[in-house]
């Protein structure tokens, strides 16, 4: 729908701009929620976790197992992260996460949901033509890989663990975080190659 974009923006600052003339809320406040949403929060905080269980196979064996203490021990846990499920893609099998009813999404790991992950064309179709979504996010898997679909809900939330990009083996783990991108921590995308665009 053309120029819905800027109609909430509008609708949104118009909202703010009378709670914070009301006293409802500090503007300071919102600011500081914010600055924690996308300096903090987000996806930078999964991404590190996928590096450390690509190069630590005794932490990438507790992910696996029990993701929310694994997770908790790099410091990233609370709303929105309490039952963490970690799911690894492999060349047989590629996870894709979607939330059916609504936008459940993991923050403490990803940040705030992508627009698209919440709409309903998203949280219909992949779950019935999941192989054309990711088509349309630019990946083509085998037709020998299986793609499992996990739906979120407010008891589970899934971070996917991409599979390690080849020649990687020199990179630390700062380096090899760089290269996870947030929708291949959703799964419709693939962890970036060493050099490729950003």
């Known amino acids: 729908m053309a120029g819905?974009?800027?109609s909430v923006e509008a609708r949104a600052a118009a909202l703010e701009e009378i709670l914070v003339e009301?006293?409802?809320?500090?503007?300071a406040a919102l600011d500081a929620i914010i600055a924690t949403y996308e300096r903090d929060v987000g996806p930078r905080n999964g991404a590190r976790v996928v590096a450390r269980a690509w190069t630590d196979p005794a932490y990438r064996a507790r992910?696996?197992?029990?993701?929310?203490?694994?997770?908790?021990?790099?410091?990233?846990g609370g709303r929105q992260g309490e039952h963490m499920v970690a799911l690894e893609n492999t060349p047989d099998e590629h996870h894709v996460v979607v939330c059916t009813l609504c936008s459940c999404y993991p923050w403490p790991v990803l940040?705030?949901?992508p627009t698209w992950y919440k709409s309903a064309a998203y949280r219909s179709r992949v779950v019935i033509d999941p192989r054309g979504v990711l088509a349309d996010f630019g990946v083509t898997l085998p037709a020998t890989t299986r793609i499992a679909v996990h739906d979120s809900t407010a008891e589970v939330r899934y971070l996917v663990v991409p599979m390690r990009p080849p020649g990687t083996d020199d990179l630390d783990e700062a380096a090899l975080a760089d290269l996870v991108t947030r929708d291949a921590m959703i799964g419709t995308g693939l962890a970036r190659t060493p050099g490729a665009a950003t």
């Open 4 to 6: 819905s974009g800027t």
């Open 63 to 76: 992910l696996l197992t029990d993701a929310t203490p694994a997770i908790a021990e790099l410091g990233f």
């Open 111 to 113: 940040g705030l949901p």
């Open 22 to 27: 009301k006293g409802y809320v500090d503007p």
